[in-house]
């Protein structure tokens, strides 16, 4: 009966706050944005048609949470060593650190409704407390949770009466509550599950959770006045930390499953659930009234997403036993991969990047790599440099053995369209042959359209790797594509993928290999297993 009771009180002082939540969303200034991390963060707006800059986080920085009224952000970085907690102002980019506690970690903010203070989880894995504190530089919290849990993601709810968090404390991972003002916590009645990351409607009469069972996890609406659950979110994968919009009238939440990760939108009252364009890759969402604040996105940059490595075999070529594997790189982003080259010595071509823009017309990046015409058959025509490499490291440590003998590319978008199926994909922009048989060519344009892939077949003209004096072990096989990052992309975390390999010669040195494939990595380079070697 706890539980119940907890509801009624949770719901009778939502109640009491409801017309008080109702004004401040509508007193919220700017337009609507829905803000996600990745490793370079991003904002779109709720149509996917509007990209905007974050200027004031960093690759690497995380747990953002924008202020009711849109005009501070605060989020967890470790742009100092630690993770601490920073508050930026929007309208003038000035940044405070907030914590200073170097010997534990201070993470997931959360801010109460009239943006007076924060409420942050802080300490150590296994033994986290829910505290409170001004959003001021130097700030000295205060604990709202007692020690002997790992209490973490808190936030406040509008009428500034509670904080839900998440716990432990009964054993699972589940809701729990503490007043800002003194008090035990008390556990909220949630579906059956590990539950995660709790967010109010900007209400108060209602919560959004990530409940995961059977190694999935869906979004859930909580009315804790009444107790009831409704499952809002039904795609057969995981989604995870889900934000309300500023009306209270969607939810949108990070979706992963295999390939695909992605910002979803789902009604508040049930419903289709939709992608957001322009998101892929994107993770822990925060939809505000920022965008006010934020400036537009002029240029629509391509997305080079690296596969992981296919069809691996092993073959005598050239009086040696060599590694062979396909290598696809797709285009998962707003605009093209569009590459000029242009003449500049008697045997390369500078290669210089056009991006396109989002009101009309180009813009020109210099020298982000260069073509070489390529003379043995099939090829004939120019590649550019360097496109992809391809390299095998040792697991224990990821040190580099062997390198690839390939890293130009002839771009074209005839061979495949992107397995991330994305929204408004338009026919093949291009499909020549990357002048083809023409040496003395001035000028060529080649590349990948938004929505296709660039994919060569194992031991197709450089497609593999020489394993002579490669002993028995465990190997990563990296793909790596814009390895200098010269090309300008949205983000740049996907543009490696691997696979944990497995090599050994069973009829002794000298003799043909064996390899078996452990684990595919598609989004990292540092792929590792559980699985035995033998």
């Known amino acids: 009966m706890r539980h119940r009771r907890t509801a009624v009180a949770l719901g009778a002082a939502a109640a009491a706050a409801g017309a008080r939540a109702a004004a401040a969303v509508v007193a919220q200034s700017g337009g609507e944005v829905i803000i996600g991390m990745a490793d370079v963060p991003g904002a779109v707006s709720p149509d996917g048609a509007i990209r905007f800059e974050v200027p004031f986080m960093q690759p690497g920085d995380g747990d953002l949470a924008v202020s009711r009224d849109g005009t501070r952000a605060a989020f967890t970085s470790l742009r100092d060593g630690n993770p601490e907690i920073y508050v930026a102002e929007l309208a003038s980019g000035t940044l405070v650190r907030v914590t200073t506690s170097d010997a534990v970690e201070d993470r997931r903010p959360a801010w109460s409704a009239d943006g007076t203070m924060l409420a942050w989880d802080m300490g150590v894995p296994g033994a986290r407390r829910i505290v409170a504190g001004p959003p001021a530089a130097g700030s000295t919290p205060a604990p709202l949770t007692p020690e002997g849990a ?109 390939l695909d990760r992605s910002l979803r939108i789902v009604p508040a009252a049930g419903g289709p659930e939709r992608l957001l364009p322009g998101t892929v890759g994107y993770a822990a969402p925060d939809w505000s009234s920022a965008a006010g604040f934020l400036a537009q996105t002029p240029e629509l940059l391509p997305d080079l997403d690296q596969r992981a490595p296919a069809d691996i075999t092993v073959l005598a070529l050239d009086g040696a036993w060599r590694l062979g594997f396909s290598s696809a790189t797709e285009n998962v982003g707003d605009g093209p991969l569009w590459l000029r080259g242009t003449r500049e010595t008697p045997s390369e071509l500078r290669a210089d990047q056009i991006v396109s823009l989002r009101g009309g017309g180009t813009k020109v990046v210099r020298r982000v790599g260069r073509m070489r015409y390529e003379y043995h058959s099939p090829h004939f025509h120019w590649h550019f440099q360097p496109f992809v490499r391809y390299e095998l490291r040792a697991a224990a440590d990821h040190r580099l053995l062997v390198r690839d003998r390939k890293s130009g590319f002839c771009l074209i978008d005839r061979w495949s369209r992107a397995l991330t199926k994305l929204p408004g994909v338009r026919p093949p922009r291009f499909t020549g042959n990357c002048g083809e048989r023409n040496r003395n060519v001035r000028r060529i344009e080649e590349g990948t359209s938004r929505g296709y892939s660039d994919v060569y077949p194992a031991f197709y003209h450089g497609q593999d790797i020489d394993l002579t004096g490669v002993p028995d072990g465990r190997y990563v096989l990296v793909h790596r594509v814009n390895p200098q990052q010269r090309i300008r992309e949205l983000r740049y975390g996907n543009d490696a993928a691997s696979v944990l390999l497995w090599l050994r010669r069973p009829d002794g040195p000298g003799t043909r290999p064996v390899v078996r494939v452990l684990r595919v990595c598609e989004h990292t380079e540092f792929c590792e297993a559980s699985a035995p070697a033998g």
């Open 150 to 258: 790992e209490d973490m993601e808190p936030d406040w709810s509008p009428d500034a009466a509670a904080v839900v968090f998440t716990s432990n404390r009964s054993g699972a991972r589940r809701l729990w509550s503490v007043s800002p003002f003194g008090g035990a916590p008390v556990e909220v009645a949630a579906p059956a599950g590990t539950v995660r990351a709790p967010a109010w409607n900007p209400a108060g009469t209602a919560l959004a959770v990530a409940v995961a069972r059977g190694g999935r996890s869906a979004v859930w609406r909580i009315t804790p006045a009444t107790g009831r659950a409704v499952r809002l979110s039904r795609a057969d994968g995981v989604a995870s930390a889900p934000e309300w919009s500023p009306d209270g009238r969607s939810v949108v939440f990070a979706f992963s499953r295999g």
